[in-house]
Structures are given as C-alpha cells and as structure tokens.
C-alpha cells in the first residue's frame, strides 16, 4: 500500500492507544467475518463494517468504554455525537423518549437506507454518544453485511465513518486499512459502499424537521413527504467562531484530502476556464495538480496534471459514489493542489457540494 509520509506523520500524530493488529476479514467466503464481528462488539471492542453509504467504526451504543474507543482510534473530538444503527424498528423505542409521525412515516418509506433521525434520547443512551445533547441520531443502514452484523450481536451500534477525524470517509475496507491499521481489531470487508457519502441527517425533535447534513436521502425527497423540511445554515455555509451549530460536527474540518483544495463553481464552461488558468499556474510554481473533473469536461483539460472524472454531472449520485475515493486517491498520487469543479446542488448534488465545500475548508472561487 502507498501511503505518503505526510500522511504517516499525520495519522501518528492522532494516535494515543496500543498498536493491535488489524484483522481484514472479507463476507464473501464464509460467515466468520460476521461472527467475530458480534462477538467482539458484545465483548465492548470496536470493529470496522460496510454500510451503503460509508464505512462505518461500530461500537457497543449503551456502553460507555465502548463507544469512548470510537473517540480513541478516531481522534474524534468529545463534542461530536454518533450515529446509532439499528436493524429492527422495534429497537428505537428503547432508544428515543418520544417519536413524532414523521418519524413512522419516514422510516416506513426510507430504511432501510440512508437517512438518519435525531430525535430525542431515552436515558438509556449514554452522553458520550449524544455528546451531552438532549437528542440523538437513529438510522438503520440499507447493507446486509450491517444488518447481520447488527443481528448478530443484538446491540444497537454507535458508529462514526471509520475514518481518521478530518480525513475523506472510508468507502472501501482498504481505505479503513490506510486510517485504522493497528489501532482496531477488526475490518470486515464487504466490497465498495454504493451510495459513497453518508447519510441524510435530519432533526426530527423540533417543530420543522431541518436537515442538519444533505445526503443520499435528498432535500427534493423529503420535501416531497414532509411538505416543509428546512435545510440548516452550516450545510452551505461556512460558521463563524461565534456561531453555534445545529451538528456540532458541522464546525469541526472533514473530509479533507491532505493536498489543498480548491472548488470553482458556477457556469460549466467558465468553470473549465479558470482550472485550466489555475492549473498553468500552479504548474508553472512546480506543484502537482490534480483536477477533479467529471465524465462531460474530462477530456479537455490539457496535459500536466492528473484528471479523474468523478462521475457524470447528468447523475450527481454518480459523483456522491467515487468522491472521497477521488481524494484519497490524489493523496496517494501526491498532489499538491486539487482542483475540483463544483455542480449543480439539485438532488445528491447538494450533498456533494457540502461534501466539496469541507473538504477544501471553504475555499471556493466563484466564476
Ligand atoms: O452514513 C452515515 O451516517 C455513516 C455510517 C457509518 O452510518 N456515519 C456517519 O457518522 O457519517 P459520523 O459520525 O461521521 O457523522 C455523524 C454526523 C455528525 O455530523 C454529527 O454531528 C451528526 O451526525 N449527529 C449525530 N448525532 C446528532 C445529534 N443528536 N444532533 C445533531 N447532529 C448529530
Ligand atoms: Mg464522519
């Protein structure tokens, strides 16, 4: 595997605990993959698993050792709550101390899927999970590697991307392998994650649901169910230092490739323009360039720099799926600067762009 040094130094530097060795077990051959899995999340360690949207780091959800592990190998700030995954409906009673309608009516029509309900938190549910919040985020992933993991070990499981905090989320079991090597037990390994980015955060617990983080699960489809949805400022925007948000993760950097980033938006044509003006000069200083180009420009950006298409623009979920692979490989590549054309934020093109926008920690030109 080729990791760059910078990346070594980085991923030691947020690593506290005891080197295991990382077992990398794939679900195709046998079910052993699944059984140690369970046992080990029973016995309070964590494991790596595949969900359709990402990669995720699972732990016991009602144990607090437990889940403090996630925090560990992550290097995730306190302040940042979890995600618990489910594999049967039945188990968000235990979980939440109310659950409004829409709550039923979006989990009958989305999950199994990419859609995560923060609703409020039953006592049960430890605060290092909700991050002291009054409320917490319920999704039951749409993988049957998850849901028998999930079955297996009849626990809920908080789970996190199984990745380094700040770095582009895993969607493949050797991405969690780049990140996580020696710091969990455990990788199953259940091929590549469909959707690629995670899933749709939505805030159920107050009077307007608003979406707290765009995904799979779009702002078109839920409006077209709930009627009024709102989308929160942070999705877009960049928070300033006073400004509190509704996700604590929306404040904290993610995403991010180690080479800088850029993101030109605005009309296809002048967007190809200035990357390429861009590129030129960024070669002409001696850096490495990477273009993040999609299936409609790719073929006319000129030698010099190294050019992924993402993905077609006339399918943004196209891009959502082989985005943070994009990153992660540029990273290998070394590339000094990634230029990314932005798109459309209609459907899962809303996710992407809140996706790019964090990765490249707002840095954005528009044309
Ligand atoms: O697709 C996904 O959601 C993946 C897979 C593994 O399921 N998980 C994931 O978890 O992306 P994570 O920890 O990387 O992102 C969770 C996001 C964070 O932005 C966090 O702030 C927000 O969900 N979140 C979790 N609980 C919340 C709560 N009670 N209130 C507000 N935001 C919450
Ligand atoms: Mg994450």
């Avoid at 990402?54 to 009602?62: D, F, P, Q």
């Avoid at 309608?101 to 290092?128: M, R």
């Avoid at 709102?230 to 080479?259: Q, R, T, W």
């Avoid at 990477?290 to 623009?313: F, H, K, M, P, W």
């Amino acid at each position: 595997m080729q990791i760059s040094q910078k990346y070594l130094k980085m991923s030691n530097n947020f690593y506290n605990g005891v080197s295991l060795k990382t077992r990398v077990l794939k679900t195709e051959q046998s079910s052993e993959a699944i059984t140690e899995a369970a046992k080990l999340l029973r016995d309070g360690q964590v494991v790596a698993f595949p969900t359709e949207t990402v990669y995720g780091l699972g732990a016991n959800a009602l144990s607090e050792t437990a889940v403090a592990k996630i925090f560990e190998a992550k290097g995730r700030p306190q302040d940042n709550p979890l995600i618990v995954h489910i594999s049967k409906f039945e188990q968000i009673n235990y979980l939440v101390r109310s659950l409004p309608d829409e709550a039923l009516i979006l989990a009958e029509k989305f999950w199994p899927g990419p859609l995560t309900l923060v609703l409020p938190a039953s006592d049960v549910v430890p605060q290092i999970v909700t991050a002291g919040l009054k409320t917490v985020g319920i999704r039951m992933p749409d993988h049957k590697v998850a849901l028998d993991i999930l079955n297996e070990c009849e626990l809920p499981i908080a789970a996190p991307s199984a990745n380094i905090s700040g770095r582009p989320s895993p969607t493949t079991a050797m991405h969690v392998l780049e990140d996580l090597d020696g710091k969990i037990p455990l990788i199953v390994d259940g091929g590549a994650a469909s959707v690629g980015i995670e899933s749709t955060v939505l805030d159920l617990s107050g009077k307007i649901p608003v979406i707290l983080r765009p995904g799979g699960v779009t702002f078109e489809k839920l409006k077209e169910i709930l009627g009024n949805v709102l989308i929160d400022k942070s999705v877009m925007n960049f928070l300033e230092d006073d400004e509190i948000p509704a996700s604590p993760g929306m404040k904290h950097m993610h995403y991010a490739p180690i080479a800088q980033m850029i993101v030109v938006r605005g009309d296809c044509e002048n967007v190809k323009q200035r990357i390429k003006e861009l590129s030129q000069e960024y070669i002409k200083q001696g850096k490495k360039v990477g273009v993040l180009a999609t299936a409609e420009t790719i073929g006319q950006y000129s030698d010099g720099c190294e050019i992924i298409s993402v993905g077609t623009r006339l399918r943004p979920e196209s891009i959502a799926a082989n985005l943070f692979a994009s990153l992660r490989h540029f990273d290998r590549l070394l590339v000094d600067v990634i230029l990314a054309e932005g798109i459309d934020t209609e459907n899962e093109g809303l996710a992407v762009m809140n996706r790019m926008l964090r990765a490249s920690g707002f840095c954005l030109i528009d044309v």
